[in-house]
């Protein structure tokens, strides 16, 4: 309980300063119960054009890149747990020991490929950099999914005569959908919160959220704390409505593909 109230201090901080007027947040000391509430941070926002961009970037380059994850890593998750071909096992090692690497130390190469193809400063860029790195878990996610559903439901759909193709897509793939779901969320709230790719590979055009908002209200000498917490407040609620609609799917998803029944 103590640990959880101390995890949403940051969220309660959030909130007083988005609805405190900017004098009340500077205030010394710092009222943990405001004193006064204004929606004038809010109001800031809709004179703010460029946050409507950053929030078209970051929701183009999120969906494509929960699509792209989902479908990649079902079929190598369909493929590492129904199949049984030379180098599978080393294959599976290989993908997990890939999230080991930090991200930050693949930096510089990614950004130097990029700079070479002319992809610098495009919405390919930051989806291709996104889906490297939610790939390995969902990878294993859908693994451990389709390890739950019996062998012999396939070999019954063979015996009808159907080929792999409709196995996987009319029989696997709907039974897998809160994996495939679960999947999707982790790959989509990946692609909404990165800040480092999206700040280095791409141009203000480009850029998604937390960059921009970074640009937008973090100066040299000054930060709008208000305004940047009304902002990040706004820009959060779509992540938080898609788990909250989601979240059985979710549940269902991460909880089957935990163990192997």
Known sequence: MVI???GLLPVYWLLVTAFSPTGDVFAFPPHLVPRHLTLSHFDNLLHTPKLLRYLLNSVVVSLIT???SVIVSAYCGY???KFRYAGRRSLMYLVLASQMFPQALLLIT???VFSATGLLNSYLALVLSFTTFTLPLCIWMLKGF?????DELIEAARMDGAPTRTIIHRIMMPIAAPGLIAAGLFAFIRGWNDFIFALTLAGPDRQTLPPGLVNTYVGEFQTAWPDLMAASLVTSLPVVIAFVVLQRHLVAGLASGAVKG
């Open 4 to 6: 959880g109230c101390f």
């Open 66 to 68: 929960a699509a792209l």
């Open 79 to 81: 493929s590492f747990a």
């Open 110 to 112: 990614i950004y130097l």
């Open 146 to 150: 389709f390890d739950t559903i019996p």
